[in-house]
Nanobody, 124 residues
């Protein structure tokens, strides 16, 4: 099962982009949904996540106050609004979802389904 991510691109520092991701159909059940990224030469890192229950959110310190994650449970989609982008935000961004609830969702653990990745490039 693969999630479908879209919305990456090239933007100048200080600009904004919005990423979107969809699970395959409204009948496909997922719990937490999140975003991760991998910059060139670095390991994949957690960016943000949102729970299915109550809409609780979690963010990496590096993006707090600049990125906002949201989801539409009816459509099984998750979005990441990225504002005040910096060159260090340049990476391939991946959406992810967990099959069922797990206590590690806020820390980026327990994600079972992944998208194909979308490139975000921020020029200085």
């Amino acid at each position: 099962v693969q999630l479908q991510a879209s919305g990456g691109g090239l933007v100048q520092a200080g600009g904004s982009l919005r990423l979107s991701c969809a699970a395959p159909g409204r009948a496909f059940s997922v719990d937490a949904m999140g975003w991760f990224r991998r910059a060139p030469g670095k390991e994949r890192e957690f960016v943000a996540a949102v729970s299915r229950r109550g809409g609780g959110t979690s963010y990496a310190d590096s993006v707090k106050g600049r990125f906002t994650i949201s989801r539409d449970n009816a459509k099984n989609t998750v979005s990441l609004q990225m504002n005040s982008l910096k060159p260090e935000d340049t990476a391939v961004y991946y959406c992810a979802a967990s099959k069922q609830y797990n206590s590690g969702w806020r820390a980026g653990r327990g994600y079972d389904y992944w998208g194909q990745g979308t490139q975000v490039t921020v020029s200085s």
